[in-house]
C-alpha cells in the first residue's frame, strides 16, 4: 500500500487594496491573472505599504510597526507551545487590541520518532487552540499566524490519497493507516503519524495554510530554507509546486548534499522583494556545524535564523524570536541574546536584557518577571 505510487497590466496600489477581499479572516486577493502577477514582482512594496495584514494565496504581508513574535517546530509538544504563548502573553496582547503578532513557522503535527517529550495527541490540541485563538479574537485573530510546515503539507497529501485511492473513512482510517504503517514504506510513512488522528476538518484547516510571511522590513519567515526555483513572490503567492516543495523541506549544504548554500539564500531574499533576513525552523541544531550555531539559534550565511523553540534544540536552549517590524535587520549579527533572541526557559540573561525593554515590559506578563 503506498499512496505516492501513483503517478503588462500596472495597477496603483489603490487598485489593489479596492480589490482585496475578506476571506477566511484575512485579506486574500485574488492574483491569478499574468499581467499583474508580472507587474508585482517588479515592485511589492509599492503594494502593500497600506499599514495593514494582507493575505494573498500562499503569501502573508506584515506592515513596517508593532512587534513579532516567532517560534518553531512544536511537533505535539503541547507543553512547550503553551509555555511560548505564556512567555509571550501573545494572547492577552491580542486581546488588549495591542500592535502585535504571532508567528509559528510550521511543523505542529507529528510525534518525531524516539522523542520522550512527545505528547500523544499534543498536535491536536496544538491545532484546537490555534484555531481558537484565531477565531475568537476577531480582526486581532488574524494577527496570530501559523503557516505550513512540510508536516502539515505532507500530512495533507497523504490523508487525501488515502480518502481517494483507498476510501478511507472516519470509520476504517485507523486500518487505513494501521496498513500503510505496515507496508513495504511504513517505516517513511510513520513519520506522518498524525494520519492516525487527523480527521476531514484538520485536512481543509491545514490545506489552506500560507506558506510564506514577508514585512515591510525585509523579513521573510518560511519553515525550511530558500528555494533556488523562485523568481519573485509570485511564485508563493501562486504556490508553485516546486518552490513550495523547496521552501519546506531544504536544508543547508553542510547538512544535505545537495542542500542550498549561502548564494542561493542571498539570491531567494533578493528575488523577495529584496529582503534581508530569512526566519525558519526545519534544521536540528544539532545537525549543523558548531560554528554555525550561537546564542541558541542557527546562523547561516549572516541573513538566516533557523529556529528550535522546541524539537530540534537537542542539547541547546530552547528559543524563539522577538522582532521589531520598524527595525530593518541587515544581518544575523544584529539578533541579540536576550533582546532578538530570547529562551524559552529564561536565564539569568533574559532577565537582565528584558529589565531594560520598557517597551516590552509594558505588557509582558508575570511570567516573565517570575
Known amino acids: 500500500m503506498d499512496p505516492d505510487s501513483h503517478p503588462k497590466k500596472q495597477i496603483t496600489r489603490r487598485e489593489f487594496l479596492r480589490t482585496s477581499a475578506s476571506i477566511g479572516g484575512l485579506l486574500l486577493l485574488n492574483l491569478y491573472g499574468s499581467g499583474f502577477a508580472s507587474s508585482f514582482c ?7 505599504g497600506s499599514g495593514q495584514l494582507i493575505r494573498n494565496g500562499g503569501l502573508v ?3 513596517g510597526h508593532g512587534k513579532l513574535f516567532v517560534a518553531s517546530d512544536f511537533h505535539t509538544r503541547y507543553a512547550d507551545f503553551q509555555k ?13 487590541g495591542d500592535d502585535v503578532y504571532g508567528l509559528i513557522v510550521g511543523d505542529a503535527v507529528d510525534k518525531k520518532p524516539g ?56 470509520s476504517n482510517q485507523q486500518q ?17 503519524n498524525f494520519l492516525s488522528r487527523m480527521n476531514d476538518d484538520q485536512c481543509r484547516y491545514l490545506k489552506e495554510l500560507p506558506v510564506a510571511v514577508i514585512t515591510e522590513n525585509g523579513i521573510v519567515g518560511v519553515h525550511a530554507g530558500p528555494s533556488r526555483s523562485l523568481t519573485c513572490p509570485k511564485d508563493i503567492i501562486l504556490q508553485n509546486e516546486t518552490v513550495v516543495e523547496e521552501v519546506l523541506w531544504s536544508r543547508p549544504v553542510e547538512v544535505r548534499k545537495n542542500g542550498y548554500d549561502s548564494s542561493d539564500l542571498a539570491t531567494f531574499l533578493q528575488r523577495m522583494n529584496s529582503s534581508s533576513l530569512l526566519v525558519s525552523g526545519h534544521t536540528p541544531l544539532s545537525s549543523l556545524p558548531e560554528e ?11 541573513q538566516q535564523i533557523i ?13 524563539f524570536l522577538v522582532l521589531d517590524m520598524k527595525t530593518p535587520y541587515e544581518s544575523t549579527s544584529e539578533l541579540r541574546a536576550g533582546e532578538e533572541i530570547r529562551l524559552l526557559i529564561p536565564s539569568i540573561l533574559d532577565y537582565q536584557h528584558s529589565s531594560c525593554d520598557d517597551s ?10 517570575a
Open 176 to 192: 487505513v493507516v494501521k496498513d500503510l504503517f505496515s507496508g513495504e514504506r511504513g517505516t517513511y510513512y510513520q513519520q506522518f
Open 307 to 319: 529556529l528550535a523553540t522546541s524539537y530540534g534544540s537537542g542539547s541547546f536552549e530552547k528559543s
Open 292 to 302: 554555525l550555531v550561537r546564542d541558541n539559534v542557527g546562523e547561516y550565511g549572516g
Open 42 to 48: 517588479d515592485s511589492l512594496s509599492d503594494q502593500i
Open 360 to 369: 516590552f515590559r509594558s505588557t509582558e506578563s508575570a511570567e516573565i518577571d
Open 115 to 170: 522523542d520522550s517529550y512527545a505528547e500523544d495527541d499534543g498536535d491536536t490540541r496544538i491545532l484546537e487552540r490555534i484555531r481558537e485563538i484565531q477565531d475568537n479574537l476577531d480582526e486581532q485573530g488574524e494577527r496570530f499566524l501559523f503557516i505550513m510546515g512540510n508536516h502539515e503539507h505532507r500530512c495533507v497529501s497523504i490523508y487525501e490519497k488515502l480518502k481517494t485511492d483507498y476510501a478511507m473513512t472516519s
Open 61 to 63: 504581508f506584515l506592515p
Open 84 to 96: 511560548w504563548l505564556e512567555r509571550t502573553s501573545i494572547v492577552d496582547r491580542l486581546r488588549n
